[in-house]
């Protein structure tokens, strides 16, 4: 997993931090779990004329989720790495390989299939994800119980793009 943070709104900005996750499964998960913790933050907004709430740039559990997903559903033939890029206003993740199977874009995120559904069982096993097909269901729900835009998503033959939106 490649992972870069912009100081702008393009690949063209400054990269300001940048960061590598490999090895094997257990160890990118966890050194991937750690980073995303803390590495988010939170703002208070106006709910109300006398009442603020916290709101988070980017829900933890929710980049949590659509991270894991990257890893589970990416096709692994490929040697392109999975792209987790912060740019100002967004974050996107990209990972190689489609839709894939059942899953098709017109009953997205309503079907899924496993591409590794072996890798699927193991990140269940270990706790980082379950095998119901929910993970982007769930991601949606937590961006929207924080106030954040729902996440943008595309899919083509050789990728597979989530774009996620800062809470502002």
Known sequence: IQYARYDGGSLADSVLEQKQFTGNLMIVLRELDSFVKG???????????????????????AMR?????A?????YQSNQ????????DRIE???????????????????NDYRN?????????????NRFGRGVTRAQALLQANGSRPANFSYESTHFLVIVFKAS
Do not use: C
């Open 117 to 129: 559904p072996v890798l699927a069982e193991a990140i269940a096993v270990l706790g980082y994800a």
């Open 81 to 88: 790495p999975i792209r987790f890029y912060q740019f100002a």
């Open 93 to 111: 993740i990209q990972n190689p390989g489609g839709l894939y199977g059942d899953a098709r874009p017109e009953n997205f995120p309503r079907v």
């Open 71 to 75: 890893v589970v559903h990416r096709d």
């Open 39 to 61: 590495r988010f933050t939170q703002q208070p907004i106006k709910d109300s004329p006398l009442r603020e709430k916290m709101v988070w740039d980017y829900p933890e559990d």
């Open 65 to 69: 989720e659509l991270l894991v997903n």
